[in-house]
């Protein structure tokens, strides 16, 4: 079912590694004062990925929970991977329903 989802990520041209879009983003946030200014990201860019970490999210929460259906997983560790990919499905939903209101939106435009 993930699998599917991951399709969507797809518009996404480039594909960090993790540490790499952890480090991209903190100097986003607070840049260094000897750091150089940082590359802006398209649109499309930021979504895919958003759109790939929460596919990240889900796969690590199926994953969790089979683990822990088969015995192997701490409740706790399950329980938190599965908040964090709800968490990550809801921020999705959102983003979606604002993008889809603001087209529907622009659509009513007159010109």
Do not use: H
Request: net charge negative.
């Amino acid at each position: 079912m993930i699998d599917a989802i991951q399709s969507v990520g797809a518009f996404s041209a480039m594909k960090e590694t993790e540490g790499t879009s952890l480090a991209a983003s903190s100097s986003l946030i607070a840049p260094s004062a000897g750091a150089s200014v940082p590359q802006s990201q398209s649109f499309a860019e930021v979504l895919g990925n958003m759109t790939t970490d929460a596919i990240r999210s889900m796969k690590s929460a199926e994953g969790a929970s089979l683990q822990a259906v088969r015995g192997e997983a701490n409740t706790r560790e399950v329980i938190d991977a599965v908040m964090n990919a709800e968490q990550s499905l809801q921020t999705a939903l959102a983003i979606r329903d604002k993008v889809v209101s603001a087209y529907l939106e622009i659509a009513r435009m007159q010109i």
